[in-house]
Nanobody, 114 residues
């Protein structure tokens, strides 16, 4: 089992950047695929970015060119660098570790607004 804690959310204006972090505790972290999901109020959860145990990366079309996912297995951490944030990026962001069951953090709120 893996326990996850997200951090780095906050209130920013459109065009600004945030770096979300997720600290993990547990065994076999390096074997998990890591997912970043987000869920806006009244909307379905959507996958934003994914990085596999081998380092392969996936980004949603809305995130390509703006978001970067990374992981540091030695430190049991993963990050989501978010640049050029838009109002549509406002959501609660969750990190999940999947192998094959997914363990979730409690989320961190990102609000992009004037």
């Amino acid at each position: 089992q893996v326990q996850l804690v997200e951090s780095g959310g906050g209130l920013v204006q459109p065009g600004e950047s945030l770096r979300l972090s997720c600290a993990a505790s547990g065994n076999r972290f390096s074997m998990y695929a890591i997912n970043w999901y987000r869920q806006a109020s009244g909307k379905q959860r959507e996958l934003v970015a994914r990085i596999t145990a081998s380092g392969s990366k996936y980004y949603a079309d809305s995130a390509k060119g703006r978001f970067t996912i990374s992981r540091d297995n030695a430190k049991n951490t993963m990050n989501l660098q978010m640049n050029s944030l838009e109002r549509e990026d406002t959501a609660v962001y969750y990190c999940g570790a999947e192998y094959p069951d997914t363990y979730w953090g409690k989320g961190t709120l990102v609000t992009v607004s004037l």
